[in-house]
T-cell receptor, first 108, second 110 residues
Framework: AQRVTQPEKLLSVFKGAPVELKCNYSYSGSPELFWYVQYSRQRLQLLLRHISRESIKGFTADLNKGETSFHLKKPFAQEEDSAMYYCALSSGTYKYIFGTGTRLKVLA | NAGVTQTPKFRILKIGQSMTLQCTQDMNHNYMYWYRQDPGMGLKLIYYSVGAGITDKGEVPNGYNVSRSTTEDFPLRLELAAPSQTSVYFC?????????FGSGTQLSVL
């Protein structure tokens, strides 16, 4: 079955500390993986996708097919990174499967 | 560009009432989606559409209906509201693997 797992509901880190938001997936084919973010009082929006191999707002994510993971990382957290983060998988059939989300709190 | 517009933002329904959640997009996207988000849960796909006149069920379609008469509009209909349908509903459109979300509708069924 296709599944996206985000094991942490809440992650609190201090400003300037490294951040890693975990995402594991279950999918038999070649998935496309995404990270979506929802800042307070804003819409859910795309942060990055694995196929782009880009860094957005200092965040990166590497697809590890062996470990079926797509963890989101940032070396130095900022207060404005506080938000809800969702990992998502596209199975290529126009459907997207979302994880349950991780709330990141960056403490001053 | 307004993007994806959802109305209403909030609604309280009584059990058994019906209502339509409106969703419209001005980006000429063919693919559109309806998700619901329950507390502590991920987004669950209710229905989706790959173009005008074409709709299909997602993971949790029971109790809902959709139509797609135009590219712009993708309304979601609740016929007999039940407390289990209390949730936040998101509409989205898609272009080149990127989803564009509306601001959501918070629905309570009491």
């Amino acid at each position: 079955a296709q599944r996206v797992t985000q094991p942490e509901k809440l992650l609190s880190v201090f400003k300037g500390a490294p951040v890693e938001l975990k995402c594991n997936y279950s999918y038999s084919g070649s998935p496309e993986l995404f990270w979506y973010v929802q800042y307070s009082r804003q819409r859910l929006q795309l942060l990055l996708r694995h196929i782009s191999r880009e860094s957005i707002k200092g965040f990166t994510a590497d697809l590890n097919k062996g470990e079926t993971s797509f963890h989101l990382k940032k070396p130095f957290a900022q207060e404005e990174d506080s938000a809800m983060y969702y990992c998502a998988l596209s199975s290529g059939t126009y459907k997207y499967i979302f994880g349950t989300g991780t709330r990141l709190k960056v403490l001053a | 560009n307004a993007g994806v517009t959802q109305t209403p933002k909030f609604r309280i329904l009584k059990i058994g009432q019906s209502m339509t959640l409106q969703c419209t997009q001005d980006m000429n996207h063919n693919y559109m989606y309806w998700y619901r988000q329950d507390p502590g849960m991920g987004l669950k796909l209710i229905y989706y559409s790959v173009g005008a006149g074409i709709t299909d069920k997602g993971e949790v379609p029971n109790g809902y209906n959709v139509s797609r008469s135009t590219t712009e509009d993708f309304p979601l209909r609740l016929e007999l509201a039940a407390p289990s349908q209390t949730s936040v509903y998101f509409c989205a459109s898609r272009r080149q693997e990127k989803l564009f979300f509306g601001s959501g509708t918070q629905l309570s069924v009491l």
